[in-house]
């Protein structure tokens, strides 16, 4: 047992092993494709920054010799004008010192006299003039004087940016040399001034911070002097590969801002190419730094690059070593253990299949018996349905037979009436009064309609409702029909009927059951009212968004507080034996029910008994064919 546990130990040891020199294996190699992958997107992207300020400064390098040429600045410095002519000649050569740097883009634009004093500039009409104003300890004032032109990197005190001057000596000479002594340097001749032009870097600072970059351009002595990141600039840049060179004017040229060092450490060097680890008061960050040398200046330009991509790639590299000699691991171990399996398999094959048969023959008997059992309750439910139906059918043919005397009664009063005006009829024929004769025959006509009418609604209400079919049917039309039915028993028994019913309502089911429904309600309210002087009967239909609700109410005795639950219950009835079966209401219970609603009853607080019935709405307008029908 001991042995087996230790070979276990051992197998699992062995394959994590694997796994972890797998992932490393696999890290090393995907760590150095980003790499390579980064450095080859970065050479490009190093070169894009180059010809970027190389097109800034090349899109201005020629202006100063085009100042240097042009008349109007030869005239504003000539020493020998007229004091009068000489202050027209200024003005008018700064309007077009103004109009040349903004249609050149260029961030200033200014001749300086032979004496250092600024003699026309293009900002001569903005608060901070550079008109009148002494450079003559400028360093490219001073270079240009020696040596005929001048380029010169500083920091403008005003500004406290680094800016890049172009300067280009002005000479006196004749209209004939003036070319060539500018294509010749202007060495020779009296000193007229200097043209100057200034060049800024700040928009493409900001370009390179808006997108995301991480760009220092160092001088010659290694000290940042542009940067997309303030915290770089006027930082010696020794960390990222550039040879310190002693630069003694870098406190002059920096106007004597603290120049320090950039913090960190290199990683790992890949050629040319740096992996550093720069210190921050913040956070320490590893980058890829990349550099490439502007020679014409004297300048290179480095870009930091940082490594999350190149961490991904690592991750990635570990993800994949691992999951794949985890993989290869596993199907190893599958292959052992499906083996295995397979031989266990075999062996209980048999023993499985007896189990298989004996469930299936056990499902098989109680899905027998399940199928038995449903066709049973399908056969109950189609008799309740049937059963459901017969008590409607009954309860209907109760109601007729109580109704059937008193419409005898209505019936006899208009056969009565008819053979009265038949006889009379028959007298006036003799007499020729055919005037006479036409109005008994419409009477006689009018009294055989009153009788189809009622016996037509009895016919009716006596059919039986086919199941299962429903139709839209309007309450006030089912109310009406009912309080027809019974209109004889209400006027023998001098009831007084109120009605509030709202128009034009319509539910779904069927129109002969809700005419039975509210028949059984108003003959119980009827019943109710044996005996009570001033027998009142309220109808009430009110409806709702979703609801109809009827509400057949009576000044009675109510209910007693114990029957109030029952009275739905089948053969449930307080009246006396031989008066009702008590299926009345148990019937309009089961038929709401079908119709979806409800019904319920309660006791009035003035007195007397409330039954209320609550149906869906049908929201729909009836159709000229359902009224047709109904009619």
């Known amino acids: 047992m001991a042995r087996k546990r230790l070979k276990q130990i ?59 040429l042009d008349p109007d600045v030869r005239a504003a410095l000539d020493p020998a004008a ?53 450079l003559a300890e400028a360093p490219y004032f001073a270079q240009a004087l020696a ?31 003036a070319a060539a002594m500018a294509h010749e340097g202007a ?40 940067a997309s990141d303030a915290a770089y600039r006027f930082r010696r840049v020794g960390l990222l590969g550039l040879p310190m060179t002693p630069a003694g004017g870098a406190a002059e040229r920096y106007s004597g801002m603290p120049v320090t060092d950039i913090d960190g450490r290199v990683l790992e060097r890949r050629g040319d190419d740096l992996v550093v680890r720069i210190d921050s008061p913040d956070a320490d960050a590893v980058y890829l730094s990349q550099a490439t040398s502007v020679p014409e200046y004297g300048w290179t330009i480095f870009r930091l690059t940082g490594l999350a991509s190149v ?47 004996e469930r299936t023959r056990e499902l098989s008997e109680s899905n027998a018996s399940l199928q038995t059992e449903i066709e049973e309750r399908r056969r109950t439910e189609a008799r309740l349905r049937a059963t459901q139906s017969e008590l409607v059918q009954a309860g209907k043919l109760a109601a007729l037979g109580q109704m059937s005397a008193a419409i005898a009664h209505e019936i006899n009063q208009p056969l009565a009436a008819i053979r009265t005006f038949i006889a009379s009829t028959k007298i006036f024929a003799t007499r020729r009064d055919l005037g006479q004769v036409v109005r008994n025959l419409d009477l006689i006509t009018d009294l055989a ?8 609604h009895l016919k009716t209400f006596a059919r039986k409702a086919e199941p299962g079919h429903t139709e839209p049917v309007q309450v006030a039309r089912a109310l009406e029909r009912a309080l027809f039915l019974l ?81 739905f219950d089948p053969f449930f009835t307080t009246k006396p034996v031989g008066k009702g079966l008590g299926l009345g209401l148990s019937v309009s ?43």
């Open 10 to 68: 051992g197998l699992v040891a062995g394959a994590i092993g694997i796994i972890a020199l797998s992932a490393y294996a696999s890290q090393r190699i995907w760590r150095e494709n980003g790499l390579k992958a980064l450095q080859a997107v970065n050479e490009q992207r190093l070169q894009l920054v180059a010809s970027a300020i190389r097109s800034e400064i090349n899109r201005q390098d020629h202006l100063p010799i085009v100042l240097s």
């Open 82 to 134: 007229e004091p009068a002519a000489h202050a027209g000649t200024i003005e008018r050569l700064n309007r077009k010192l103004a109009r040349l740097s903004r249609e050149a883009d260029a961030r200033a634009m200014f001749v300086i006299g032979p004496n250092g004093t600024v003699v026309a500039s293009d900002n001569w009409d903005s608060p901070d003039s550079l008109v009148g104003k002494s």
């Open 147 to 177: 040596a005929g032109r001048s380029t010169y990197l500083g920091i403008e005190p005003s500004a406290n940016r680094v800016r890049y001057y172009l300067a280009e000596a002005i000479r006196a000479a004749d209209a004939a040399g």
């Open 187 to 226: 060495r020779s001749g009296a000193l007229l001034g200097v043209a100057v032009v200034r060049i800024e870097f700040d928009a493409l600072e900001a370009t390179w911070e808006k997108a995301g970059e991480h760009v220092v351009v160092a001088d010659s002595g290694g000290i940042a002097f542009l």
């Open 311 to 357: 961490n991904e790639d690592q991750r990635d590299g570990t993800i994949i070593g691992g999951s794949l000699s985890t993989l290869i691991i596993i199907l190893a171990l599958y292959v052992i253990e499906r083996h295995r399996a397979y031989v266990a398999a075999t062996r209980s094959g048999a023993e499985l299949k007896r189990q298989v048969a």
């Open 449 to 456: 309609e009153r009788m189809a009418g009622i016996t037509g």
């Open 487 to 567: 209109e004889s028993e209400i006027r023998k028994a001098s009831v007084r009927v109120e009605k509030d019913i709202a128009p034009d309502v319509w539910v779904m089911g069927h129109a002969v059951q809700l005419e039975q429904v509210i028949l059984n309600l108003l003959r119980n309210a009827l019943d109710a009212l044996a005996g009570v002087p001033e027998p009142l009967i309220r109808i009430v239909v009110t409806a709702a968004a979703d609801t109809v609700s009827i509400a057949v109410a009576d000044n009675g005795h109510g209910i007693a507080e114990g029957d109030i639950d029952r009275v």
């Open 589 to 631: 219970y089961g038929i709401v029910q079908d119709f979806g609603g409800r019904v319920h009853a309660a006791n009035r607080p003035e007195g007397g008994a409330e039954l209320v019935v609550e149906l869906p709405r049908h929201a729909r307008e009836p159709i000229a064919a359902e009224s047709a029908i109904h009619a």
